[in-house]
Antibody
């Protein structure tokens, strides 16, 4: 059974830092792109970042570029999100999510097929 | 970045109704379009990928169509467990933006 378990959320002051972790199990972690997606209280979903299977490529939404860093440790089947210079608008539930590739007739499509339960990050003084 | 819009933002429907939700991209995403369902307090669930392919285990009453910039999610006969919020997402280019969501509630 695929499981993604986030940890590391909590209350932090503006300008502070936090590191989220995600422990993966039930699948071959190093063969999947992994993502972080967040959801502010009462709001919609916002894709934050993703990282290639071997960690050699990372992509971010503009709102977090230069402040957040996604990384992974394939030996530990773990995904991370280092969040620096946190702002009130970063307050959200952060989901760790697996990205699968669905290939047909020479085309491959990405979809997020497994999600963790989420961890709440609150940025407030 | 590609912007996604959805309409309506919310709708009220009855069990057994046919429901359609529209998603529009600010530029072509070909068929790199996913649909998700989210219930309160829960993580989203992938329903449709590649605009029209049903994710494993998803009931066949869900279907997707479209290409380019305009897409539709259809629920052919709404069931009690389908009351939720639905999001589209483009996976054509990063950032993989989501639409703002469509809340489906009970009439």
């Amino acid at each position: 059974e695929v499981q993604l378990v986030e940890s590391g959320g909590g209350l932090v002051q503006p300008g502070g830092s936090l590191r989220l972790s995600c422990a993966a199990s039930g699948f071959t972690f190093n063969t999947y792109w992994m993502n972080w997606v967040r959801q502010a209280p009462g709001k919609g979903l916002e894709w934050v970042a993703n990282i290639k299977q071997d960690g050699s490529g990372e992509y971010y939404v503009d709102a977090v570029k230069g402040r957040f860093t996604i990384s992974r440790d394939n030996a530990r089947d773990s995904l991370y999100l280092q969040m620096n210079s946190l702002r009130a608008e970063d307050t959200a539930v952060y989901y760790c999510a697996r990205q699968s590739l669905y290939c047909s007739a020479g085309n491959c499509y990405s979809g997020i097929d497994y999600w963790g339960q989420g961890t709440l990050v609150s940025v407030s003084s | 970045d590609i912007q996604m819009t959805q309409s309506p933002s919310s709708l009220s429907a009855s069990v057994g109704d046919r429901v359609t939700i529209t998603c529009r991209a600010s530029q072509t995403v070909s068929t790199y379009l996913n649909w998700y369902q989210q219930k309160p307090g829960k993580a989203p669930k992938l329903l449709i990928y590649a605009a029209s392919s049903l994710q494993s285990g998803v009931p066949s009453r869900f279907s997707g169509s479209g290409s380019g910039i305009d897409f539709i999610l259809t629920i052919s006969s709404l069931q009690p467990e389908d009351f939720a919020t639905y999001y589209c997402q483009q996976s054509y280019s990063t950032p993989f933006t989501f639409g703002p969501g469509t809340k489906v509630d009970i009439k």
